[in-house]
């Protein structure tokens, strides 16, 4: 398999410009999850989603970022519009059954 | 909510000596900690996982502990390498199948 993966890897955007994450994850599973990883918070969570379906947004900042699933192999992260303090990594994972997690390679987002 | 706590400092060592990182936790006793690795660059990945009923759990030369009275899991890697050289993050399930993360501990072994 080849894992959970992300594109773009590098994005760098100006401030107020929207930016769109994607994720496709591991085949058969049924689990996926958002996060956002600085130096200063550490790995957080943004959302969850289970069959697609989005189970815990609670992470999620503010109206600026939203997350679709539409089908079990593709998810967006959306960040409309951008601001310099979303600069952060961003790395998408999924499981099943919702023990160990698969991590995709992240995407380093810079907003100028 | 339950907050995960890791040494934000770095940890040299010499290679083929025993690393030994530590998670605390502080509120409810969660029913698993999982531990993972993270390489500069990289996302983490799954090392371990021990449950609450499980005071020790053994992989190949890496050993975890919880002790549920000083609310900690300890993470050792014997005989370690330079390539052990990664942030080890611990973490612990927050409800909705989700887990909350430590910041992780960096390791450094030197040859």
Known sequence: DAGVIQSPRHEVTEMGQ???????????????????????????????????????????????????????SFSTLKIQPSE????????????????????????????? | SQKIEQNSEALNIQEGKTATLTCNYTNYSPAYLQWYRQDPGRGPVFLLLIRENEKEKRKERLKVTFDTTLKQSLFHITASQPADSA????????????LT???????LVSP
Not at chain 1, 38 to 46: A, C
Not at chain 1, 85 to 95: G, L
């Open chain 1, 18 to 72: 929207e930016v769109t994450l994607r994720c496709k994850p591991i085949s058969g599973h049924n689990s996926l999850f958002w996060y956002r990883q600085t130096m200063m918070r550490g790995l957080e969570l943004l959302i969850y989603f289970n069959n697609n379906v989005p189970i815990d947004d609670s992470g999620m900042p503010e109206d600026r970022f939203s997350a679709k699933m539409p089908n079990a």
């Open chain 1, 84 to 112: 310099p303090r979303d600069s952060a990594v961003y790395f998408c994972a999924s499981s099943q059954d919702s023990y160990e997690q698969y991590f995709g390679p992240g995407t380093r987002l810079t907003v100028t």
């Open chain 2, 87 to 98: 942030t080890y993050l611990c973490a612990s399930p927050r409800g909705y199948s989700t």
């Open chain 2, 101 to 107: 993360f430590g910041k992780g501990t960096m390791l």
